[in-house]
């Protein structure tokens, strides 16, 4: 009799810990699908800046041709990319460095780097780039906290079963470095002049 009480109880036990595990991944998954939504949302109020901008800078150096030209390829190559965090950073990657040469011709024509709407928007870019680096710390964090339960015991008994797998963080190769990458639309010594482009992850980490 008390081996029967014994083992309900135990079956019990272990019914209720498989149901808080579950519900813990779900939480978790979730919770990653809503901070990669946020990136999302990020990466394209930078692609709506983007046209305003190069159409702004054309005024003043049209004969850029191709370095506006390559902004709005990147551009509309990184807008074209969906799904996994993987090709979403390389795309990242090369309208970086597209916006970077972009943003550094101001210093050569000062009449642009006077301009109001150019100022502005180059403010509005910045701001998004910070609200980029925030959301993707977010989701890399949100990603490490799954993974870690997916792949440890004793929830990973549960993980594998039910369908629950590793999410990929977005674009860094080291699973413990998920600080973002920033980029500071600013010299040394002012904020509002030129770009510089400052990572707070190691060198070798890609955006």
């Not at 090709?87 to 011709?105: F, I, N, R, Y």
């Amino acid at each position: 009799m008390y081996i029967l009480i014994g083992m309900v109880i135990f079956l019990a036990v272990i019914a209720i810990w498989m149901m808080g595990t579950y519900n813990q991944l779900v939480m978790l998954r979730q919770s990653v699908r809503e901070s990669w939504s946020a990136i999302e949302t990020e990466l394209r109020r930078r692609y709506d800046l983007i046209p305003n901008l190069v159409e702004t800078v054309k005024g003043y150096a049209g004969h850029e041709k191709e370095t506006l030209e390559s902004v709005i390829q990147a551009r509309n190559s990184a807008a074209a990319v969906s799904g996994a965090p993987e090709a979403q950073a390389q795309a990242q990657t090369a309208l970086t460095g597209a916006l970077t040469k972009l943003m550094a011709l101001s210093e050569a024509y000062p009449d642009l780097k006077a301009n109001q709407n150019f100022n502005h928007l180059q403010q509005q870019l910045g701001d998004t780039e910070t609200r980029i680096s925030q959301a993707r710390r977010f989701y890399n964090a949100n990603v490490r906290d799954l993974n870690t339960a997916v792949e440890t015991f004793p929830s990973v008994l549960i993980a594998g079963p039910m369908g629950f797998r590793p999410e990929t963080y977005f674009g860094i190769d080291n699973a413990e470095a998920y600080e973002p990458v920033k980029i500071n639309f600013g010299s040394s010594k002012s904020d509002n002049d030129g770009i510089v482009l400052k990572t707070t992850v190691d060198e070798k980490q890609k955006y």
